[in-house]
Protein backbone atom coordinates (compact mmCIF):
# COMPACT_ATOMS: atom_id res chain seq x y z
CA UNK A 1 0.00 0.00 0.00
CA UNK A 2 1.16 3.33 -0.91
CA UNK A 3 1.03 5.89 1.75
CA UNK A 4 1.56 9.74 1.62
CA UNK A 5 4.61 11.74 2.90
CA UNK A 6 2.49 13.36 5.93
CA UNK A 7 1.38 9.82 7.21
CA UNK A 8 4.64 8.12 6.60
CA UNK A 9 5.90 11.51 8.83
CA UNK A 10 3.60 11.31 11.67
CA UNK A 11 4.17 7.43 11.85
CA UNK A 12 7.90 8.03 11.76
CA UNK A 13 8.02 10.64 14.39
CA UNK A 14 5.29 7.82 16.04
CA UNK A 15 8.29 5.11 15.80
CA UNK A 16 11.18 7.50 17.32
CA UNK A 17 9.04 6.85 20.54
CA UNK A 18 7.99 3.05 20.56
CA UNK A 19 9.91 -0.19 20.70
CA UNK A 20 9.42 -2.53 17.97
CA UNK A 21 9.30 -6.04 18.13
CA UNK A 22 9.58 -8.71 14.85
CA UNK A 23 7.38 -11.11 14.13
CA UNK A 24 10.07 -13.94 14.78
CA UNK A 25 9.96 -12.63 17.86
CA UNK A 26 6.43 -12.53 19.18
CA UNK A 27 5.56 -16.00 17.72
CA UNK A 28 8.57 -17.44 20.17
CA UNK A 29 7.23 -15.63 23.31
CA UNK A 30 3.82 -17.17 21.90
CA UNK A 31 5.39 -20.38 22.05
CA UNK A 32 7.02 -20.14 25.13
CA UNK A 33 3.77 -19.15 26.68
CA UNK A 34 4.42 -16.22 27.88
CA UNK A 35 1.84 -13.58 29.50
CA UNK A 36 1.31 -10.71 27.19
CA UNK A 37 -1.52 -9.09 25.69
CA UNK A 38 -0.93 -9.70 21.87
CA UNK A 39 -3.64 -6.90 20.21
CA UNK A 40 -4.97 -6.60 16.97
CA UNK A 41 -5.90 -3.06 16.11
CA UNK A 42 -6.85 -3.31 12.92
CA UNK A 43 -10.50 -2.42 11.35
CA UNK A 44 -13.23 -4.82 12.04
CA UNK A 45 -13.71 -5.98 8.66
CA UNK A 46 -9.90 -6.39 8.33
CA UNK A 47 -9.97 -8.55 11.25
CA UNK A 48 -12.85 -11.07 10.28
CA UNK A 49 -10.99 -11.66 7.12
CA UNK A 50 -8.20 -13.45 9.04
CA UNK A 51 -5.92 -12.77 12.11
CA UNK A 52 -2.94 -13.97 14.18
CA UNK A 53 -3.22 -17.22 16.02
CA UNK A 54 -3.87 -16.03 19.94
CA UNK A 55 -4.60 -12.71 19.71
CA UNK A 56 -7.50 -10.27 20.66
CA UNK A 57 -9.24 -7.62 18.81
CA UNK A 58 -9.41 -4.33 19.83
CA UNK A 59 -9.78 -1.87 16.85
CA UNK A 60 -7.43 1.64 16.52
CA UNK A 61 -11.26 3.59 16.67
CA UNK A 62 -11.43 2.10 20.16
CA UNK A 63 -8.15 1.35 21.63
CA UNK A 64 -7.43 4.42 23.10
CA UNK A 65 -11.43 3.90 25.41
CA UNK A 66 -11.47 0.58 26.15
CA UNK A 67 -7.59 -0.39 26.65
CA UNK A 68 -8.41 -1.25 31.01
CA UNK A 69 -10.45 -3.42 29.75
CA UNK A 70 -7.28 -5.47 28.33
CA UNK A 71 -4.73 -4.65 30.80
CA UNK A 72 -4.87 -5.06 33.98
CA UNK A 73 -2.09 -2.54 35.15
CA UNK A 74 -0.02 0.29 33.31
CA UNK A 75 3.04 -1.86 33.13
CA UNK A 76 0.64 -5.13 31.25
CA UNK A 77 2.78 -6.01 28.83
CA UNK A 78 1.57 -5.75 24.97
CA UNK A 79 2.17 -6.55 21.47
CA UNK A 80 0.09 -4.37 19.15
CA UNK A 81 -0.18 -5.00 15.13
CA UNK A 82 -2.05 -3.40 12.35
CA UNK A 83 -1.70 -3.98 8.75
CA UNK A 84 1.70 -3.11 8.35
CA UNK A 85 3.31 -1.58 11.28
CA UNK A 86 2.01 1.91 10.56
CA UNK A 87 -1.08 1.98 12.60
CA UNK A 88 0.28 0.06 15.48
CA UNK A 89 2.70 2.41 16.44
CA UNK A 90 0.88 5.24 15.89
CA UNK A 91 -1.57 2.97 18.83
CA UNK A 92 1.55 2.34 21.02
CA UNK A 93 2.50 6.07 21.11
CA UNK A 94 -0.95 6.50 22.17
CA UNK A 95 -0.84 4.34 24.64
CA UNK A 96 2.16 5.61 26.20
CA UNK A 97 0.98 8.83 26.55
CA UNK A 98 -1.78 7.24 28.73
CA UNK A 99 1.01 5.97 30.84
CA UNK A 100 1.29 2.77 29.69
CA UNK A 101 5.16 1.63 30.33
CA UNK A 102 5.46 -1.72 28.28
CA UNK A 103 3.78 -1.34 24.82
CA UNK A 104 5.49 -3.00 21.85
CA UNK A 105 4.74 -2.57 17.85
CA UNK A 106 4.83 -5.28 15.82
CA UNK A 107 7.04 -4.23 12.97
CA UNK A 108 5.94 -5.45 9.59
CA UNK A 109 2.08 -6.42 10.92
CA UNK A 110 -0.07 -8.97 10.16
CA UNK A 111 1.91 -8.66 6.34
CA UNK A 112 4.85 -9.80 7.93
CA UNK A 113 3.09 -12.26 9.73
CA UNK A 114 1.64 -14.08 6.92
CA UNK A 115 4.54 -13.80 5.34
CA UNK A 116 6.34 -15.93 7.94
CA UNK A 117 3.75 -18.03 7.10
CA UNK A 118 2.35 -17.98 10.66
CA UNK A 119 -0.48 -19.37 12.04
CA UNK A 120 -3.91 -17.50 11.78
CA UNK A 121 -7.47 -17.40 12.78
Known sequence: MIHSIEFEQICDDAKSRVREITVAQTKAKLDAGESFLFLDIR????????????????????????IHQFASTKDTEM???????????????NLQKMGYTNVL???????AWRDAEYPEE
Open 43 to 66: EDHEWEKGHAAGASHLGRGILERD
Open 105 to 111: SMAGGIK
Open 79 to 93: VLYCGGGYRSALAAD
